[in-house]
C-alpha cells in the first residue's frame, strides 16, 4: 500500500511552504500532490514554483500529481486550469469536471474525491477517458467501496483519504472573510492567520466546522491509522494524508510504521493522538456518523 501526501489545503506563506516541501523530500511517502485547490486568491506560490518544487521531489525518488482548484470562478482561473492540464510532464489530480474535458483521452490522470464518483458506471466512464487512479468521497463507507469495487470493469488505483479535516464542501462565498468582517474580493489574506482553518463551536461550545476561506472541513480529524487492515482488504491501494502546520512528517512516519507493522493499530492510534490539532473521527468508513469515533 502506497502513502500519498495531499496538496496544502491551508494559505501558508512561501518560506513555510518551501521549508515544508523540503522536508517532504526526505519523508517516506511515495506520492506528492502539489498545487492551490482552494482559492485563487492565493497566489504566494504560482505554478511554476510548484514545478520547481516537483523537480526536486522527483529528484527525491516521489511521483508528483498536481492538483487542479476545485471550484472554478474566473477566467484567470480558466487560464490556470489549461496551464496546468497542458503541463506536459506531471500527471494531473482533476477536481472538477473542466479538468477533466480538458484531460479526457490525451493523458492519464487522477481522479480528485470532489469528482463524487459513487458507483461503478461513473468510475468505469471516467476510467475509459484515462483515470488511472480515483480519490474515493472522504464520506464512502467500506461497504460502499466493496460494492463498488466488486460491480467495477475498470481497474485503476484506488486511494482513500486517510488523515486529516474533512474538506466537506466549497462555496463562492468566503467565510474566513465574512468571519473577519471583510468582502471576500478585500480579504486580506486572512487566512494567513490560521495555519489550520478557523475553528466554528456551537453555542454550547462544542466543536462543528473548521472554516478554510471558500472550504468548509470538519472539526475533529479523520483518522483512519487504526482501520489499515480494513482499508488493504477491501480494495485501497494509496492513502493520503493531508498535511497539517505542525507534525506532518512525524504523521506520515507513524503510518509508514503502522503500515510496516511495526506498530500494532492501538500504539499507532496512541502515538498519533498527541500530534493532532483535535480529536480523532472515522465514522464515514464505518457508515456512521462523520463525527464518531470507532476502536476497533
Not at 506560490?45 to 511521483?63: F, M, N, P, S, T
Not at 493523458?107 to 469528482?115: E, K, N, Q, Y
Not at 465574512?178 to 474580493?185: I, T
Not at 500494532?264 to 469515533?293: R, V
Request: hydrophobic content about 40%.
Amino acid at each position: 500500500m502506497k502513502l500519498a501526501l495531499g496538496p496544502v489545503l491551508y494559505y501558508w506563506n512561501s518560506e513555510e511552504m518551501h521549508a515544508f516541501y523540503a522536508q517532504i523530500a526526505s519523508a517516506p511517502v511515495d506520492i506528492v500532490y502539489l498545487g492551490e485547490t482552494v482559492c485563487q486568491r492565493r497566489h504566494l506560490l504560482r505554478l511554476q514554483d510548484y514545478l520547481d518544487i516537483a523537480q526536486q521531489l522527483v529528484a527525491a525518488g516521489k511521483e508528483v500529481v498536481l492538483s487542479t482548484q476545485t471550484l472554478i470562478e474566473s477566467e484567470n482561473d480558466i487560464r490556470t486550469l489549461h496551464k496546468i492540464t497542458e503541463n506536459g510532464h506531471f500527471r494531473v489530480e482533476a477536481n472538477d469536471m473542466g479538468a477533466v474535458r480538458l484531460l479526457a483521452s490525451k493523458v492519464p490522470f487522477v481522479a480528485g474525491s470532489t469528482l463524487n464518483i459513487y458507483n461503478p458506471q461513473t468510475l468505469d466512464l471516467l476510467a475509459g477517458l484515462g483515470a488511472t487512479r480515483w480519490v474515493m468521497p472522504v464520506e464512502m463507507s467500506r461497504t460502499a467501496l466493496i460494492s463498488l469495487l466488486q460491480n467495477r470493469q475498470s481497474k485503476p488505483e484506488t486511494e482513500a483519504f486517510a488523515y486529516g479535516r474533512l474538506p466537506l464542501a466549497f462555496s463562492a462565498r468566503c467565510f474566513t472573510a465574512r468571519h473577519h468582517n471583510l468582502q471576500k474580493d478585500d480579504c486580506q489574506f486572512k487566512c494567513m492567520d490560521h495555519a489550520d482553518g478557523l475553528l466554528l463551536n456551537t453555542r454550547e461550545g462544542q466543536p462543528f466546522l473548521t472554516l478554510n476561506g471558500i472550504q468548509t472541513q470538519s472539526a475533529l480529524v479523520h483518522n483512519l491509522i487504526g482501520e489499515l487492515a480494513s482499508l488493504r482488504s477491501a480494495g485501497v491501494e494509496v492513502l493520503r494524508i493531508s498535511p497539517q502546520s505542525q507534525h506532518t512528517l512525524e504523521i506520515l512516519q507513524l503510518f509508514r510504521a503502522a503500515l510496516e507493522q511495526q506498530l500494532t493499530p492501538e500504539q499507532a492510534l496512541t502515538k498519533i493522538e498527541p500530534l493532532m490539532p483535535s480529536a480523532s473521527c472515522n465514522g464515514y468508513w464505518h457508515d456512521k456518523p462523520g463525527l464518531d469515533f470507532i476502536r476497533t
